[in-house]
């Protein structure tokens, strides 16, 4: 097992505990820790070989993250999970502090959610910014009250978590995507000579990945409307 981590400041770190009876290894998912951190930039965790999943969902600042041979970084509304088994690498980046809400789970139906939402590689989905205020709270209460009816419950409460992001995979559902899509539309209509996929990201306040998802994606849709 490979575990490197720098905490950086702390005031502002929580986190907590749950303890699962044994029977709940049955349950599609238990719930392991959680927290609700923000961090400096001297914050990172490098781990390799840990035998359950993390969420990692930014509330603000941006996060990268490295997995499986790629790298991400969560901005703002974006989320990721990853196989603790498997190397990975998340810290802080920029200049602004990085406040995300994470969690580590396991459980009969872990692996095979984490397979579903990543594919062979590492997908970003959209995360509710309601969240940031309700995540860690409910956790706690969960946590203070362990036992196995509470096992149920919070099998249940992850199970409507996990679909939620599911369905918001990629970012390409919902509100979040159907914005991103016009914005970039009418950035490229208004400049038809762009071609910078950084520089049209910078103006738009996106990340560079959504960019270049979205690009040829609009490029086609305004070239079939003569645009």
Not at 72 to 84: E, I, N, R, S, T
Request: glycine share 12%.
């Amino acid at each position: 097992m490979r575990l490197k981590f720098e905490m950086g400041d702390t005031s502002k770190q929580k986190s907590g505990l749950y303890t699962s009876l044994p029977s709940s290894e049955l349950l599609p998912f238990q719930l392991v820790t959680f927290g609700d951190y923000t961090c400096d930039g001297r914050y990172f965790t490098e781990r390799e070989g840990q035998g359950n999943f993390l969420f990692l969902g930014t509330i603000s600042g941006c996060g990268e993250l490295r997995y499986r041979g790629e790298t991400a970084f969560l901005q703002p509304g974006q989320a990721a999970v990853v196989d603790c088994y498997r190397y990975h690498y998340y810290a802080t980046s920029g200049d602004k502090p990085w406040r995300f809400i994470w969690m580590h789970f396991s459980g009969a139906a872990a692996a095979a959610f984490v397979q579903m939402l990543n594919g062979e590689g590492l997908r970003k989905t959209s995360l509710d910014p309601s969240w940031g205020e309700e995540f860690f709270p409910q956790l706690e209460s969960y946590a203070a009250q362990p036992g196995r009816s509470t096992d149920f419950l919070l099998s249940l409460w992850l199970h409507q978590f996990f679909n939620e992001l599911a369905q918001f995979e990629g970012g390409r559902s919902g509100g979040r995507y159907q914005q991103e899509m016009l914005d970039t539309a009418a950035y490229l209509r208004e400049n038809p000579g762009a071609s910078s996929k950084s520089d049209i990201a910078r103006q738009l306040g996106i990340d560079i990945s959504t960019v270049r998802r979205y690009y040829e994606e609009v490029r086609e849709e305004l070239a079939g409307q003569g645009a």
